[in-house]
């Protein structure tokens, strides 16, 4: 099809940006604009023409502007296929104008919800007549433009339009609409109705970006913004190149983590493959670094590290001294900024601040055929909850060694085991098919870093022990006593505890119960 001239526009948005200028564009083409309240005001205000939508209908806006769009004047100017015979009759008889360009964009529904406003006004925050015009005019792209956002106005401010950009604003309309309808259902269903699960879950989803490839070269990705929350797709990048879907994905898990010591002294995570490979916390973030990397320095090599703290110069120096794919922080000063812009390919996202480890959300996973959706793992174990099961209980400084191992844990796939002593972990056994090897896994990672750092012992020797889930057999426990453990953290609940709680007393451990589970698949 050729390009259609616009004639008549209808204008009518909730974000007045770029308005006035598109008015005047489409004015100096000779363009009829018709308009809608506050749109209207804005357009005059700036000395345009502007033919009320009452004018256009013969009807009054009314019901405080619930019904004013809502007209065969309007959706038959719309609707109207031009060629078609029959249609023109109609809009002879009827005396129905074509409308070319529709720009509509819609009322601030999710803004509305997320400044916290009662329901009366989230309800009056629910369009009606924009998402109608949307529709009927993406329908009809053969022959009218539908605008939805701001940023494509450029397309029609020349008073022409091509089906090649109707089709793309019709598509682009209809993606709107969607997300828009999307996210009032979810409020319908979560808030309003308190249903975590409804019948139906509509997940409203923008695209970010697209990136380079998936996984693999041969898969294509793509980053979506769910909008609700903030995490690493909406950190900032300072520098570096693109980051790709494992980036994205490693960065997460590192930030996750990194979240649950918010709060805590100075820590840093270090990730590879979505699993920690060393986590410390220390009086200063360039000791904790370095802590963090004498647990497993070889995994580290390429990896992602996310800081609970701004991110200082000398941290930066320490972090630059093997190869880094990424850091997270909070904030950077200066010096650190400066000392890697002198590694270009090394990427630093700032998150301005750490996300809250107790929110709530929901967590989503393709199968074949479907979806699975379960609550965010927010689960926490206060000291009151723990049940100390053995003859000897821990000591303060086994208690907090138990803690923190138990806090990493949580983030390692299972099955998960991490040895932690003075605020750092020693060795961790991740994503193993019985609890066994990753006992034994990590007692040899732990052996490995000491021969590397040249320390008389592994750090395992006086350390604490979590599990993500409870030993079902002894045989675990066991090879954590011969790493040197003294003190083990575990859900409990197996039917053969009293087994385990037996080779605990008999080895001298001090052992505690948490009563939840971390499985992390």
Known sequence: MTAIAIKRALLS??????????GKALAGKGVELVSTGGTAKALRDAGLTVRDIADLTGFPEMMDGRVKTLHPKVHGGLLAVRDDPEHAAAMRDHAIGAIDLVVVNLYPFRETVAKGAGRDEVIENIDIGGPSMVRSAAKNHAYVAIVTDPADYALVEGGSTTFDDRKRLAAKAYAATAAYDAAIAR??????????????????????QELRYGENPHQHAA???????????QAEQVQGK????NNLGDADAALELVAEFRDAAPSVVIVKHANPCGVASADSLVDAYNAALACDSVSAFGGIIALNRLLDGATARAITAIFTEVVIAPD????????????????????????????????????????????????RVADADLKVVTRRAPTAQELADCRFAWTVAKHVKSNAIVYARGGSTAGIGAGQMNRLESARIAAWKAKDAAEKAGWAEPRTIGSAVASDAFFPFADGLLAAVEAGATAVIQPGGSIRDDEVIAAADEAGLAMVFTGMRHFRH
């Open 187 to 208: 409020w319908f269903a979560e808030v309003d109705q308190g249903e975590t699960f409804p019948v139906a879950l509509s997940v409203p989803l923008t695209k970010g």
């Open 242 to 245: 693109a980051l790709s879907y």
């Open 332 to 379: 950077a000063d200066a010096e650190a900024c400066a000392i890697f812009a002198a590694k270009k390919n090394l990427r630093l996202l700032l998150t301005g601040d750490l996300p809250d480890p107790a929110r709530g959300g929901l967590m989503m996973k393709t199968i074949a055929g479907g979806m699975l959706v379960q609550s965010r793992d927010n689960g």
């Open 13 to 22: 948005v909730s974000d007045k940006t770029g308005i006035v200028d598109l």
């Open 223 to 233: 980053l979506y913004l769910t909008g609700d929350t903030r995490g690493i797709a």
